[in-house]
């Protein structure tokens, strides 16, 4: 198999997984528990500040490998505050 061949079946893997119901609900946690929304940067802290740049880098290559688009990605920010407004 070739690696063109492995990537594609990889992509394909992420999208499958990303447009199932389950793997919405990990993403939309992934999106709300790392700092994919919010600045990484922690002022006198490099390190921490690189460990949230790690989580943040890690969620958006789900996002790209899952092909999720702009018009999704704003769709599920909806939901997610959404649900932090009725879970508070």
């Known amino acids: 198999m070739n690696s063109g061949t492995k990537k594609a079946q990889i992509m394909s893997a992420y999208i499958d997984l990303f447009k199932s119901d389950l793997g919405?609900?990990?993403?939309?946690?992934?999106?709300?528990?790392t700092f994919f929304l919010n600045t990484t940067h922690v002022p006198?802290?490099?390190?921490t500040t690189?460990?949230?740049e790690g989580q943040r880098a890690l969620v958006s290559r789900i996002l790209r490998t899952a092909n999720i688009n702009y018009a999704k990605l704003?769709?599920?920010?909806?939901?997610?505050?959404?649900?932090?407004?009725?879970?508070?």
């Open 74 to 88: 704003t769709q599920m920010m909806e939901q997610i505050n959404m649900e932090s407004q009725y879970a508070n």
């Open 44 to 47: 006198g802290d490099p390190y």
């Open 24 to 33: 919405q609900a990990v993403l939309k946690d992934l999106i709300k528990s």
């Open 50 to 52: 690189a460990f949230n």
